[in-house]
């Protein structure tokens, strides 16, 4: 069983900034990828950041040159440094990591953003 426990999410004005952390426990030999997707109310769910364990990154070109997606692979956990965050960015983000084999999806957390 793997869990992905999520934090850092909230509610801040336009042009601040916010870091989410993404936590993964259980049965997990190796992970391959660690990535954030989000989905704002009405609309599917997208992706905004993926890195590789090799630390390979790609970024949705709406939020290139704002955020930015780290990992520490000793502890299993994907980062995902905000700024410069827009109203459009509002949305739930959702934490990502794909194993051999399988992919999971962490519950969400809200990132609000004020105008």
């Known amino acids: 069983q793997v869990q992905l426990v999520e934090s850092g999410g909230g509610l801040v004005q336009a042009g601040g900034s916010l870091r989410l952390s993404c936590t993964a426990s259980?049965?997990?030999?190796?992970?391959?990828?660690m990535g954030w997707y989000r989905q704002a109310p009405g609309k599917q769910r997208e992706l905004v950041a993926t890195?590789?364990?090799?630390?390979?990154?790609n970024y949705a070109d709406s939020v290139k040159g704002r955020y930015t997606i780290s990992r520490d692979n000793a502890k299993n956990t994907v980062y995902l440094q905000m700024s410069s965050l827009k109203p459009e960015d509002t949305a739930v983000y959702y934490c990502?990591?794909?194993?051999?084999?399988?992919?999971?999806w962490g519950q969400g957390t809200q990132v609000t953003v004020s105008s």
């Open positions: 990502h990591i794909t194993i051999p084999y399988r992919y999971y």
């Open positions: 259980g049965s997990i030999r190796s992970i391959v990828t």
């Open positions: 890195i590789t364990s090799g630390g390979t990154t």
